[in-house]
T-cell receptor, first 114, second 113 residues
Framework: DAGVIQSPRHEVTEMGQEVTLRCKPISGHNSLFWYRQTMMRGLELLIYFNNNVPIDDSGMPEDRFSAKMPNASFSTLKIQPSEPRDSAVYFC????????????FGPGTRLTVL | KQEVTQIPAALSVPEGENLVLNCSFTDSAIYNLQWFRQDPGKGLTSLLLIQSSQREQTSGRLNASLDKSSGRSTLYIAASQPGDSATYLCAVRLPNSGYALNFGKGTSLLVTP
């Protein structure tokens, strides 16, 4: 298995632009998680899906952030409009049985908003 | 909110040394605890998962222990190697928090030849 796939790996954009991050979970996994990692705050859960349904989005920082999972093999995290403080590494992870199981992380997308 | 603390933030040891990484958490009512490894520019790799009913887990040279009552976990690495150099993170899941993992900020380990 190729593992969790994220694209792009690096994104540099200007403030105010829309940013879309993409994730393909491991085939057969039914839970998907979006995390953000910064030096100041460490790793924070933004949102997670179970069977393509958003279960908890309380970690989404504000309305500028939105996430979708149209099918079991694809999810997006969108930031519109982007701001410099959104600069971070965004990770996608998937698991077979939600929180009872190991989460497998993708390589991350390093986002820089100028 | 569950607070997860990892001490030290950074550690440098010579190759071959046994070492212990520490993780503490404020709410002892956890569902499970995981140790992850993160290499620079890479994602996280799960090393060990300890359920709340377990006291320890072992994988090769790694041994993780869990003491819920004191809110502590340790990751023991035997006979360290330069390839062990990475950041090690612990994360806990609370029973009623859905699937959210609360992460510590990690310990950056450097094993020198």
């Amino acid at each position: 298995d190729a593992g969790v796939i994220q694209s792009p790996r690096h994104e540099v954009t200007e403030m105010g632009q829309e940013v879309t991050l993409r994730c393909k979970p491991i085939s057969g996994h039914n839970s998907l998680f979006w995390y953000r990692q910064t030096m100041m705050r460490g790793l924070e859960l933004l949102i997670y899906f179970n069977n393509n349904v958003p279960i908890d989005d309380s970690g989404m920082p504000e309305d500028r952030f939105s996430a979708k999972m149209p099918n079991a093999s694809f999810s997006t995290l969108k930031i519109q409009p982007s701001e410099p403080r959104d600069s971070a590494v965004y990770f996608c992870a998937s698991s077979l049985a939600g929180g009872a199981d190991t989460q497998y992380f993708g390589p991350g997308t390093r986002l820089t908003v100028l | 909110k569950q607070e997860v603390t990892q001490i030290p933030a950074a550690l440098s040891v010579p190759e071959g040394e046994n070492l212990v990484l520490n993780c503490s958490f404020t709410d002892s009512a956890i569902y499970n605890l995981q140790w992850f490894r993160q290499d620079p520019g890479k994602g996280l790799t799960s090393l060990l998962l300890i359920q709340s009913s377990q006291r320890e887990q072992t994988s090769g040279r790694l041994n993780a222990s869990l003491d819920k009552s004191s809110g502590r976990s340790t990751l023991y690495i035997a006979a360290s190697q330069p390839g062990d150099s990475a950041t090690y993170l612990c994360a806990v899941r609370l029973p009623n928090s859905g699937y959210a993992l609360n992460f510590g900020k990690g310990t950056s380990l450097l094993v020198t030849p």
